[in-house]
């Protein structure tokens, strides 16, 4: 059976003491939601490093031991003298750009390096060697006039390394350039390409290959756990931050199902969706049949499609969008990415292993802004629904067809890694819900195999000792058909989400009844599944938006049209709606209005935004609380929450809406608002 490939290590690791651990629409074909009211066995058993704080182990990082190693490295002197030779150097394949090699070797390792003994650590070179005597002031001259000379011819080199310092948040296109230029990174200054292990030069753990190190340790290690690597963590970290003055600090309990979740997705992000960063897919003919991750990479190839993707990484979510989601007055944020940032398998065009370190950057800018974070693996091998933003679009092959069941074992292989890394102790107080598999399309899969499915899962991240809520889909089933199913587990929560837009009778309703369903229909939905007597139990809503149409652009598929306007043509006569889908009775529709900038919204048009948003609010937070979708979008305004508060279409705060459900809703045909555009 097919094994996650493992990471490379450029030195051999020498563990001490190893502890073990046993691991009716019909489809839509992008984010589609199927239509309804509301909307293999555990891997083998194996030798893993043990991820309690009390247990010792090579692989597993100890802050005290890290803290020491710091503690020396600051300690040694700094060689005097320094020459500096430039050379060519050939390119990564990812980043073709001009290094010079500094014959430094003094370095001081600020972070992620293995305990006693140092495999693994940033090497050093040279001691200080000191003269005294009558030459004395002599040798002292000399030095400083080889400072003089070197010191700008240093900055310089590094400046080539490093570029500026990457600050605001970015919406703008990531591009197919293949010559991509880095955005930040000058912790490379006093950091030499010699302290890189040759075997390693050019992989992943080569710092000098990123295209951005911005807030990450770029001391090198091979540390690992769960067979992940540690590179480019930090040693310390705070959880005595805060979203606001209305939540608990990360080191304080949230009290889950009284306190509600007001949260956000950071989707497009490590997981492509045309919809959300067309100009990825903008450029390119129908004819190519690029559609999604899988296509786009494969028509890319390795190197363009690593250079294209990182840039992509860096840029569309930054450190200021983690800032911006707080100011927004949003407490948690869900971060969804793809099994290829553990691993790729035989056969897949997708970029490896390169998003890992965003991932884990974005969980330290969470912890930095108070935000608690849910993990959502948003595509597993084979794809759980065949849509676009499980990586390929198509047929649906984890457990289901040929490779149904060697998929389902690569998953929970996945599940196994993931899950000891995140049992770290670092991570106990901010990975506060883990998810197993967004959107499984329990339509099509037997229900019965997903369920076992599942508790393979949760049996494997529990014995890893990852006590974080998990997660698991309603896949379309259903709020009322998960009562009954998974009791007796603890700390399960149900992940549904809701959407008016994918349901040909729902996208008909009138704005007044969208709202009115919202309210009413959603509510009443919530309030059953939360009731063990009547429904699953724990329940929060994953994903929601304020559009009231299918209108945005690749939403349903790259060059697929809506339901609203009748032109989604997906070629399946199944799932094909060919004739306009918007309130009865309105005319003709059309997407221009939808899609029209927001100055152009009528202020009748921005008020019903609003409470629409608003209304779907109140409905999730009678649950567990809500995680909108999305953060960011290039240009589709009802699905980004930052476009959103630009617009003046969404409450200022989260937590301070206008409207609540109580109000009467007014029916907006007759204040002027076209049911058609």
Known sequence: MA?????????AEKPRKQHHATGGDGERPSRERRERHSSSRSPEKKARVGIA??????????????????AENAKATITEKEAVKPRQKVATGRVAKERKQS???????????????????ARRGGNRKRKYGPGLWILLGIIILLLVILVPVGVLVIGKHSGSSSGGSSSGSSGSSSSASPTGGN?????????????????????????????????YTNTTVGGLPVMGLNTTYDDTTQANANTPKLNQPWQYGTVPIRGMNVGGWLSIEPFITPSLFDSYAPSLGIVDEYTLTQHLGASQS????????????????????????????????????????PGDPYVPKISWRYLLRGIEWARKNGLRVNLDLHAVPGSQNGWNHSGRQGEVGWLNGTDGELNGQRSLDLHNQLSAFFAQPRYKNIVVIYGLVNEPKMTMLPVA????????????????????????????????NWKGQLQGIDNLVLDVHQYVIFNTAQIAFTHQNKIEFACSGWTAQTQQSINVATGFGPTLC?????????????????????????????????????SPSCPPNAGTCECTDANADPSQYSSTYKQWLQMFAEAQMTSFEMGWGWFYWTWQTEASVQWSW????????????????????????????????????
């Open 3 to 11: 094994r996650p490939r493992r990471e490379f290590a450029a030195e």
């Open 53 to 70: 704080e009390s247990q010792t182990s090579s692989q597993v990082l100890s802050i005290d031991s890290l803290a020491k190693l710091d």
């Open 103 to 121: 014959k430094r070797k003094r370095r001081i390792a600020s972070g992620a390096v293995l305990e006693e003994g140092g495999e693994g650590r």
């Open 187 to 219: 912790n490379l200054k006093g950091v030499s390409e010699s302290d890189i292990p040759t075997a390693a030069k050019g992989t992943v753990l080569d710092p000098f290959t990123w295209y951005d190190t911005t807030d990450f340790n770029v001391t």
């Open 306 to 345: 690593a250079q294209t993707l990182e840039k992509h990484y860096a840029t569309f979510v930054t450190e200021q969008t983690f800032a911006d989601i707080k100011a927004a007055g949003l407490d948690h944020v869900r971060i969804p990415y793809s099994y290829w940032a553990v691993t790729t398998y």
């Open 449 to 480: 195999t997903v369920l076992n499915w599942t508790t393979n899962a949760i049996e494997i991240v529990r014995k890893n000792n990852l006590n974080a809520l998990i997660a698991f889909g309603d896949g379309f089933l259903g709020l009322p």
């Open 542 to 578: 994953g994903e929601w938006s304020q559009a009231d149409t299918d209108c945005a652009q690749y939403l349903n598929n790259v060059n697929v049209g809506s339901r609203w306007t009748g032109t989604m043509n997906t070629g399946d006569p199944l799932t094909q709606v060919l």
């Open 642 to 677: 930052k476009l959103g508060l630009a617009a003046g279409i969404l409450p200022h705060l989260a937590y301070q809406k206008d409207f609540n459900c109580s109000q009467v809703v007014p029916a907006y045909n007759t204040l002027g608002l076209a049911e058609d555009y």
